[in-house]
């Protein structure tokens, strides 16, 4: 293998650029070829494809977003799109891809392989944490810090005015963001998608609560099954049937997939992407380098769809006996 390509797909997420400079870089050093694919599976379609160099991605490891930038292709979900793009691909002798994206983007890359054999190695870029295989994603440990420090200063103005505030960050399939910023932030409830959100029961508990507690932090996952904050808000407002207390609703939305990564996002990326590479090198292909217990392990494409990451229990527990 001479020449290889990297890619980022998906929502994009804090940490891209370092996964970037790490697979760039790593090439390199390893005698490689290596291109960037702007604009993912679409970039790769129309040949949107350039030569990098070591300088490509200097002073890129603390900036969020991507330098490829990112877009969701549907022309690649059909076998005409797909062909181009292999045809693009040949054009240029490449022979490895390096996919950095979430779960769409290896279903993708295993399609890809499956039908025209272009070994690809993914790296596990996604806020919600929700990839089988890994851990941790990359941009996730910056989203949940970008959310608690926006729960931070909204319980400031909370206990000022003894309201309950409702805080909606993203997850609209899994609840890992709003689980962690919810310990993390000190929240009385944190409703996600995993489990069964229960309205009377924080009916009842808000009404306890409030003969100890002047204000509340309510943290909603967008993929709850009973609504976004806003909904959630107002049926626990028409229960409660109190005039004089005060609910509010703020949703955080992309500001979450947005700022510089955390070291602990930089250097997560920048592992996975080495081991993109030398897995590559190694004849791994159609898997996604993840790390898990602190080691590096290539998980298959199938695994890292097909099976779901489950949330702590423990984080749950922690929750609710913290709430008292």
Not at 242 to 269: C, E
């Amino acid at each position: 293998m001479k020449k290889i390509a990297v890619f980022t797909s998906g929502g994009d997420a804090p940490g891209m650029n370092a996964c970037i400079r790490a697979v760039v870089r790593t090439a390199i050093y390893h005698g490689l070829e290596i291109y960037g694919i702007n604009r993912g599976y679409e970039g790769m379609i129309e040949g949107d494809i350039k030569r990098m160099q070591s300088h490509s991605v200097s002073n890129i490891v603390q900036r969020g977003g991507t330098i490829l930038k990112s877009a969701r292709s549907m022309e690649f979900k059909t076998p005409e799109g797909r062909e181009k793009a292999y045809n693009q691909l040949q054009s240029l002798g490449i022979e490895g891809l390096v996919a950095i994206g979430g779960d769409g983007t290896f279903t993708g890359a295993k399609l890809f392989f499956e039908e025209y054999g272009i070994p690809t190695v993914g790296c596990p870029g996604t806020i919600d944490n929700d990839i089988y295989g890994t851990d941790y994603t990359i941009g996730f440990d910056t989203a949940v810090n970008t959310a608690l420090d926006a729960i931070d200063k909204i319980r400031d103005t909370a206990a000022a005015h003894d309201r309950v505030f409702f805080i909606e960050v993203m997850g609209r399939d899994a609840g890992f963001i709003a689980v962690e910023s919810g310990i993390g932030g000190g929240a009385e409830f944190v409703l996600v998608p995993e489990t069964k959100s229960d309205i009377d029961l924080i009916v009842k508990s808000l009404k306890n609560l409030r003969k100890s507690k002047s204000s509340s932090i309510i943290v909603v996952a967008e993929g709850d099954e009973l609504g976004s904050a806003q909904t959630i808000m107002q049926l626990v407002k028409d229960r409660i049937q109190d005039p004089s207390k005060d609910f509010k609703v703020t949703t955080l939305g992309h500001i979450q997939r947005g700022g510089k990564p955390t070291a602990r996002d930089r250097v997560l990326a920048s592992r996975c992407g080495m081991a993109a590479v030398e897995g590559l090198l190694a004849g791994n292909t159609n898997c996604m380098a993840g790390v898990i217990n602190g080691e590096v392990l290539y998980t298959p494409f199938q695994d890292c769809i097909g099976k779901t990451k489950p949330i702590v229990s423990d984080h749950l527990k922690l929750i609710h006996l913290l709430s008292i």
